[in-house]
């Protein structure tokens, strides 16, 4: 147990600079890229889905939040909200690079999620065809949602986010080793169904929790070799941080949010399974 308690401590305390690192960097381009990313959202047009899928790629969720709010009122489509909400990495990247994970693999996760979400938007805006109208609306920022205290400075805001993604991924890894310890990893893997064509459905389902939390899990299931490159694609596209709880608060049609919700549930486990086959059969 206490061996345990230890390798979990170390591993945290190693990867601490590496995280600090990336989200100064990253803090330094979401704000210097928010309020461009808005504006080119809200003159896309047609071409949303292509540009929303691209800007939702930047690490952590203030795309999807603007994003959410641009929909709300309708200045953006159905379509680009989709495409941002799959395209979304949240903490994944952070968590990627301080864990040295292959730069190939990064890539490629980045390169999947922002492909996905362009087909996605385009269908579904062909599909709808539904005419958009602007309208003013004061635009809530990811910090207003987070409490992060951005605008005291990036250094302060990328403390707060390192601490906290760190206290998650303590969590996560001790629930983990113990798991390891007392069950094995077998147990482990069964439990999320790994190398079956369900996974990619519970791995849908974490995520959709309305949290960071949700792309940490995920990300460390994969890292830990617990679930497979397929479900943690499904998981990360599903995933879109605290977007969805702003979609429910702001979005009075409850009944198009629970469809929007499905929609996303319903492409991150598809896209799972076709990769999955994509694997077996190459």
Do not use: W
């Not at 930047?58 to 799959?86: D, W």
């Not at 302060?156 to 310890?181: A, E, P, R």
């Amino acid at each position: 147990m206490k061996e345990v308690l230890l390798d979990t401590l170390l591993d945290a305390i190693k990867i601490i600079p590496f995280l600090f690192v990336t989200f100064l960097l990253m803090e330094y381009i979401e704000h210097g890229f928010t309020k461009k990313g808005k504006e080119k959202i809200k003159k896309t047009g047609n071409l949303g889905p292509f540009f929303g899928s691209l800007l939702g790629a930047v690490p952590q969720c203030g795309f999807s939040v603007m994003a959410t709010n641009l929909y709300a009122t309708r200045i953006v489509t159905l379509g680009t909200l989709i495409s941002i909400y799959l395209s979304t990495s949240d903490e994944m990247l952070p968590i990627l690079i301080s864990q040295k994970c292959s730069f190939s693999i990064i890539i490629k996760i980045l390169l999947i999620k922002v492909l996905i979400g362009m087909l996605a938007g385009f269908i579904i805006d062909f599909i709808i065809r539904k005419k958009t109208k602007s309208s003013n609306y004061e635009i809530k920022k990811f910090c207003d949602e987070e409490h992060c205290d951005c605008e005291h400075g990036i250094i302060k805001s990328s403390i707060k986010h390192t601490f906290n993604i760190l206290i998650f991924i303590i969590v996560i890894t001790l629930l983990l080793n113990l798991g390891f310890y007392y069950f094995g990893n077998d147990s482990i893997e069964k439990l999320f169904l790994k190398d079956s064509f369900f996974s990619p459905f519970i791995s849908s389902l974490i995520g959709l929790i309305p949290n960071c939390g949700a792309s940490v899990i995920l990300t460390e299931l994969y890292l830990n070799n617990v679930i497979s490159f397929a479900s943690v694609i499904s998981g990360l596209l599903t995933g879109s941080g605290v977007a969805l709880l702003v979609l429910f608060k702001i979005n009075k049609n409850v009944k198009e949010n629970v469809k929007i919700l499905l929609t996303l549930y319903f492409i991150g486990a598809l896209s799972g399974i076709v990769i999955e086959i994509i694997q077996m059969l190459f």
